[in-house]
């Protein structure tokens, strides 16, 4: 580690994952400010019990883990309520001040995931003043010995959450005035709730780090720079250097206030005590269409070579059993010896062997295709490649004088994963009902990490000459029969297969709402909530 990050000072669950701390169960809850001293009072007041990235333990400089944590951001509406001062709120990017809602063009929140169909809090926001979100609160809670015996855990974390809802209660109804409570959540019945709270999916009684579509989330998070990680988390999740090997991402890539792979300070708002160790947090609530994802999977996978699991595989670039990378197990012979060697090997290999990939003997995409979910939220080197006059038809090769490092352009479009999932699924071949995603995306730059992801790597493909093929997963794939959506599943350009091709995409995933917050630093929410921010 060559960088000494505050860790006082920067919000719990940005610098790492409580999910990777036993934390099963979470609520998220927004607010509408309505009078702005004392919505600062509120602030100051939710500031005093927020829990910071320090480390947890006995040791020096740690601090003793709690059984619930609280975290709080600020939309661009929130600060003007909260009246940060007018040279301050011009410096913050234009995308965050527009809101989610108003980049629909550009995320593709469009058909069954337009805006108007969100859930009624974020259908609501920016419409009228007294629904706007302007604070958002999280609450994640856990249990020692997580996860144990699983479903009795489960139980004790969720009465440790109700504690912690309990406390935010008492708050508001101390400010009573000042700050509400906005609802309108859907819930599991179409009712509307005052939170949203995800958990992760059991089965048969056992915590898993799954969706609803059985991938194993969250494996490949980046690593940065300040991370006491080992060399083995570095693998695969940072950057790759000239040599092959692998260094963490700078941390300006998700923190202001510091150096980003451009050697340069992120765009951030004055002063520095407002933007340094603060990000941007991008909230969805993704529905899965679980009903069609798994017609869809029955259907082709009944005829594609190598059967359905490997084709659940070729959508996602991993296995569904353990996370395996399909440039690592491309087919049941490969997946058979990846297994041996992961069943055996311990948890630090085990993290090499998921993450330490890249996709140079793979240019073709024969083994993890372009339109796999994890080639394009994280291309790594792949977008470096060309093809040459007299190259096999088909064939791609890497182009290394097109950039300074392998992955110099994916490098500076990495989002940290956070979230949980929401619901549970009662009917596996039916779409509705209220189970999906909750994600979480944190960046330094929205515009460049986020929407630039959502918009050219998702939703078109020409950066990795696939056309208007789109991310089999999170597309928002074409109802219109005249353009149906496609993907093609490549082949070894070599060999004697012919490519295969999933016609009429349905869409997998529908928004049900979301929006841009500022997740700021524990001296930004001192300074906001005191009424000090001068930009002068």
């Not at 600060?79 to 001040?97: G, I, M, T, W, Y």
């Not at 309990?166 to 959540?185: F, K, N, S, T």
């Not at 084709?311 to 059993?321: C, H, I, P, T, V």
């Amino acid at each position: 580690m060559t960088k000494q990050l505050d860790l006082s000072d920067i919000q719990g669950n940005v610098v790492r994952a409580y999910g990777r701390f036993g934390f099963p169960v979470a609520r998220y809850v927004c607010l509408n400010i309505r009078d702005p001293e004392r919505g600062r009072a509120f602030v100051g007041a939710v500031t005093r019990r927020v829990t910071t990235a320090a480390n947890w333990g006995t040791g020096p400089g740690e601090v003793p883990k709690p059984e619930w944590t609280v975290n709080i951001a600020l939309s661009y509406q929130g600060l003007k309520e909260l009246e940060v001062p007018r040279a301050s709120l011009v410096d913050f990017p234009p995308e965050f001040a527009d809101g989610m809602a108003a980049r629909r063009d550009i995320l593709g929140d469009d058909g069954p995931s337009a805006p108007e169909l969100w859930d009624p809090v974020w259908r609501e926001n920016r419409v009228t003043r007294d629904k706007d979100v302007h604070i958002f609160i999280s609450l994640n809670a856990g249990v020692a010995g997580w996860p144990g015996n699983g479903k009795g855990l489960l139980d004790t974390a969720q009465a440790h959450l109700e504690v912690a809802y309990a406390w935010l209660q008492d708050v508001l109804a101390r400010h009573e005035g000042g700050v509400v409570l906005l609802g309108g959540h859907r819930g599991d019945h179409g009712e509307l709730l005052d939170y949203q709270d995800a958990k992760v999916v059991m089965e048969n009684g056992r915590p898993t780090p799954k969706e609803h579509f059985g991938y194993t989330d969250g494996i490949g998070d980046p690593a940065f720079e300040g991370l006491p990680e080992s060399t083995a988390y570095v693998n695969g999740r940072g950057k790759q250097l000239a040599d092959g090997s692998w260094a963490p991402l700078a941390t300006g890539e998700f923190l202001l206030g510091h150096i980003d792979e451009a050697r340069e300070y992120p765009p951030a708002p004055n002063p520095t005590l407002l933007a340094r160790n603060g990000t941007y947090m991008i909230y969805r609530k993704l529905h899965e269409n679980v009903g069609t994802f798994n017609a869809y999977l029955d259907k082709h996978g009944s005829h594609y070579p190598g059967g359905r699991e490997l084709l659940a595989a070729k959508f996602s670039g991993r296995w569904r059993d353990n996370g395996a990378p399909l440039v690592s197990a491309p087919d049941a012979a490969g997946k058979a010896a990846f297994d041996a060697r992961f069943n055996a090997a311990d948890e630090a290999t085990r993290e090499d062997m998921l993450c330490n990939f890249t996709y140079d003997d793979d240019m073709s995409g024969a083994r993890c295709p372009f339109s796999a979910h994890i080639r394009r939220i994280n291309p790594r080197a792949a977008l470096q490649m060309i093809h040459d006059p007299g190259d096999t038809p088909g064939s791609l090769k890497i182009s290394k004088n097109a950039f300074d490092t392998p992955g110099a352009l994916s490098n500076r479009r990495r989002v940290l994963r956070r979230g949980l999932p929401y619901g549970d699924v009662t009917d596996p071949s039916r779409d509705d009902g209220n189970h999906g995603i909750i994600i979480m995306m944190l960046n330094a730059d929205i515009n460049r990490q986020f929407e630039f992801v959502q918009q050219q790597w998702i939703n078109y493909g020409n950066d990795f000459k696939a056309g208007n093929d789109k991310d089999i997963l999170l597309g928002n794939h074409s109802p219109d029969d005249r353009f149906p959506s496609k993907a093609v599943l490549q082949v070894d350009p070599d060999g004697s297969d012919t490519p295969y091709f999933l016609p009429r995409l349905p869409r997998f995933v529908e928004t049900r709402g979301g929006d841009y917050f500022f997740i700021p630093s524990l001296t930004a929410l001192r300074v906001i909530a005191k009424g000090l921010v001068d930009p002068t």
